[in-house]
């Protein structure tokens, strides 16, 4: 089962996994079916979908990390729920700096958890709101890429992220059909908070019908300071 994980990840990615980058993903397939049960974390309940729809649709970042010539040295992850796709890219590139960002306390703990159980070291998980996030000093501007998925429409969502991006960085969306109207719509929130679109790169993942896009947002300018506006306003009346 897991040898056939390993070759999807090198098909789409040209990336072999270690054994022990393996194994971590097996623990977490274990403590997710686990924690599950009990919690309600996620609505993907079984093994290959945890593996597709998790595991593999997380690491399909990389197609955008890798445009940029250098490993992310600081990446934050909003609203990650049980750690999508900010932990399975954390066991891809080890030496990262990962922040976590939920703001449901069951999730937080969830995510604690995993990195306890992974031995992941330098993961901060902050059970707290992207729109205070992005307000705080010691987070705002700090990252050189802020990455979510399935969290907000993407004038929402870049309101969310880019503040958290150093100029130089970049932001990367997840998104299923809608990513390129949703790519149109939201043209004057980016350019507002300092990007620019890079990219929309489609993802096909074998096994996984639906369209998958990244969103790719290059930072070009700071971000006004009075964005982000407070808790709740962004996604009340989006840029
Ligand atoms: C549909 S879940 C997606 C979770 C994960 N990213 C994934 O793809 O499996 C969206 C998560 O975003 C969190 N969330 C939504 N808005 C947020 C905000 N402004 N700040 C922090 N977390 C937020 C929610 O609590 C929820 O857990």
């Given at each position: 089962m897991?040898?056939?994980?390993?070759?999807?990840?090198?098909?789409?990615?040209?990336v072999q996994l270690s054994d022990s980058q393996v194994q971590a993903f097996i623990t977490y397939e274990e403590q997710l079916l686990e924690y599950n049960a009990q919690f309600n974390l996620t609505a993907i309940r079984d093994s290959e979908g945890i593996r597709l729809k998790h595991f593999i649709d997380s690491l399909s970042c990389l197609l955008a990390l890798r445009e940029k010539p250098v490993p992310p040295s600081r990446l934050v992850d909003i609203g990650t729920g049980a750690g999508f796709p900010g932990i399975p890219l954390k066991i891809l590139f080890p030496a990262m700096q990962l922040t976590l960002v939920e703001s449901v306390g069951k999730k937080a703990r969830f995510c604690e958890h995993m990195a306890r159980a992974l031995k992941l070291e330098n993961v901060l998980v902050l059970q707290s709101r992207a729109e205070?996030?992005?307000?705080?000093?010691?987070?705002?501007?700090?990252?050189?890429?802020?990455?979510?998925?399935?969290?907000?429409?993407?004038?929402?969502?870049?309101?969310?992220?880019?503040?958290?991006?150093?100029?130089?960085?970049?932001?990367?969306?997840?998104?299923?059909?809608?990513?390129?109207?949703?790519?149109?719509?939201?043209?004057?929130?980016?350019?507002?908070l300092g990007g620019r679109l890079h990219k929309l790169i489609p993802v096909q993942i074998s096994g996984v019908a639906e369209d998958r896009y990244l969103v790719v947002v290059d930072k070009v300018a700071a971000t006004p300071k009075h964005l982000p506006r407070r808790v709740g306003i962004p996604s009340k009346s989006p840029l």
């Amino acid at each position: 089962m897991m040898e056939n994980f390993r070759k999807n990840i090198k098909d789409l990615l040209g990336v072999q996994l270690s054994d022990s980058q393996v194994q971590a993903f097996i623990t977490y397939e274990e403590q997710l079916l686990e924690y599950n049960a009990q919690f309600n974390l996620t609505a993907i309940r079984d093994s290959e979908g945890i593996r597709l729809k998790h595991f593999i649709d997380s690491l399909s970042c990389l197609l955008a990390l890798r445009e940029k010539p250098v490993p992310p040295s600081r990446l934050v992850d909003i609203g990650t729920g049980a750690g999508f796709p900010g932990i399975p890219l954390k066991i891809l590139f080890p030496a990262m700096q990962l922040t976590l960002v939920e703001s449901v306390g069951k999730k937080a703990r969830f995510c604690e958890h995993m990195a306890r159980a992974l031995k992941l070291e330098n993961v901060l998980v902050l059970q707290s709101r992207a729109e205070e996030l992005g307000q705080d000093p010691a987070h705002r501007e700090k990252y050189d890429w802020a990455v979510a998925r399935a969290v907000a429409q993407l004038p929402i969502l870049a309101e969310y992220l880019l503040p958290l991006v150093r100029v130089g960085g970049g932001m990367i969306a997840q998104k299923g059909e809608s990513g390129p109207a949703e790519t149109q719509s939201a043209q004057n929130a980016i350019h507002i908070l300092g990007g620019r679109l890079h990219k929309l790169i489609p993802v096909q993942i074998s096994g996984v019908a639906e369209d998958r896009y990244l969103v790719v947002v290059d930072k070009v300018a700071a971000t006004p300071k009075h964005l982000p506006r407070r808790v709740g306003i962004p996604s009340k009346s989006p840029l």
